[in-house]
């Protein structure tokens, strides 16, 4: 029993004592952290079909034109320049179309103005744009840019001609 005796005693006088020193500590203890956020550089980029239509072989007094619209989205005050690439790779947005079933081609060019006076290619960069249409990222706001297009030639074998363009946004 005075073994008993004498561990409840060391017990309580060991509560006492944690009672005792948790009552000796001053104000609450603090510290701070930061938000953060990492907003990085964005851009994307969608396109409409070129369609010049349909018609008939004998037209060889072929002046077709064509548009679409090129639309950029870039992040607030981002700099960008779109640039417009045939799959013949020519810098200059000379482009041909082939038919998959003939050795005939149909040549087109395209144009960033209505007018058919400014070639739109793909000949620059971002610090030197060349024959690219440049501008700035409006945030959520899309950009959208009229790509024209004529044909060139159509003095060619009936069929369905097509090409791809690839559009590249450089910021």
Do not use: R
């Not at 952290?33 to 907003?39: A, E, R, Y």
């Not at 072989?57 to 981002?78: E, Y």
């Not at 009229?146 to 159509?154: E, G, I, L, M, W």
Request: net charge neutral; proline share 4%; aromatic share 8%.
């Amino acid at each position: 029993m005075l073994f008993k005796k004498t561990l409840l005693a060391s017990a309580l006088l060991a509560l006492g004592g944690f009672a005792v020193s948790a009552g000796a500590a001053t104000g609450p203890a603090t510290t701070s952290f930061q938000v953060k956020l990492v907003v990085q550089k964005a851009c994307s980029v969608a396109a409409t079909d070129l369609d010049f239509g349909s018609h008939d072989a004998t037209d060889t007094n072929f002046g077709q034109t064509t548009n679409g619209t090129v639309t950029v989205t870039c992040s607030k005050n981002t700099p960008y320049v779109v640039g417009l690439s045939p799959s013949n790779g020519n810098g200059n947005g000379a482009g041909s179309m082939s038919s998959g079933t003939t050795s005939d081609t149909v040549a087109y060019q395209l144009y960033k103005d209505s007018a058919l006076s400014s070639p739109w290619g793909n000949s620059g960069s971002l610090a030197s744009p060349g024959n690219e249409i440049s501008g700035t990222g409006k945030g959520s706001a899309s950009v959208a840019l009229n790509v024209y297009a004529k044909v060139t030639n159509a003095n060619v074998e009936p069929g369905t001609y097509a090409d791809t363009v690839n559009v590249n946004v450089t910021y």
